[in-house]
């Protein structure tokens, strides 16, 4: 089944301690992308990549990093969180190197402490 | 700077009555422009994209450039059609995309 795939989909952890949140696509799309969801602000994106090795800041890059050795996985890296990180995060994936159409994660609820 | 604008969270109507989500945007330069659909306990998904202007599940929006707006209509509401609804922006070449906060659609039996 095509789909995007995120882990874990829940995660509670303290200040600080460094996490990664995994974002695979079995479609072969070039462009993937992270996004937090916070009430009454909708989706922001965090960062997207174009294509393996391309990455660029989305509009909040604050406090994540982001790799793409492959072309199928996009993780979510947060080196050191803290609590304005609590938020809901969607990984999302389109064919094209533009937004297209975007296929989305079931997302992961992250709370820090 | 890009903004996406949906003035109302909440919009409830009754089955078989019109339906319009508002969406205002902001953006010098040609804007690509997007519904995205959230169904309880589904993931997010396209509704309907401006560029391929086709009518999605009966929905239509149409881009009026002067208004800098993309509202959603449907003529004739029905139960299935209860979500939430976000507007999206695409730009910088559409590598970029702005989401608004969105509106959630009730419609009453």
């Known amino acids: 089944e095509a789909q995007v795939t995120q882990n874990p989909r829940y995660l509670i952890t303290v200040t600080g301690k460094k996490l990664t949140v995994t974002c695979s696509q079995n479609?072969?799309?070039?462009?993937m992308s992270w996004y937090r969801q916070d009430p009454g602000l909708g989706l922001r994106q965090i960062y997207y990549?174009?294509?393996?090795?391309?990455?660029d800041k989305g509009d909040v890059p604050e406090g994540y990093k982001v790799s793409r050795k492959e072309k199928r996985n996009f993780p979510l890296i947060l080196e050191s969180p803290s609590p304005n990180q609590t938020s809901l995060y969607f990984c999302?994936?389109?064919?094209?190197?533009?937004?297209?159409?975007?296929?989305f994660g079931p997302g992961t609820r992250l709370t820090v402490l | 700077a890009q903004r996406v604008t949906q003035p109302e969270k909440l919009l409830s109507v009754f089955k078989g009555a019109p339906v319009e989500l508002k969406c205002n945007y902001s953006?010098?330069?040609?804007?690509?422009l997007f519904w995205y659909v959230q169904y309880s306990r589904q993931r997010l998904q396209l509704l309907l994209r401006?560029?391929s202007r086709e009518s999605i599940k009966g929905f239509t929006a149409d881009l009026n450039k002067g208004e800098t707006s993309f509202h959603l209509k449907k003529p004739f509401a029905q139960e299935e059609d209860s979500a939430m609804y976000y507007c999206?922006?695409?730009?910088?070449?559409?590598?970029?995309?702005?989401f608004g906060s969105g509106t959630r659609l009730s419609i009453r039996p």
């Open positions: 990549s174009m294509n393996v090795e391309v990455t």
């Open positions: 479609m072969n799309h070039e462009y």
């Open positions: 999302a994936s389109s064919l094209s190197e533009r937004t297209d159409t975007q296929y």
């Open positions: 401006h560029i």
């Open positions: 953006y010098s330069g040609s804007p690509e």
């Open positions: 999206a922006l695409g730009y910088s070449s559409a590598s970029k995309i702005i």
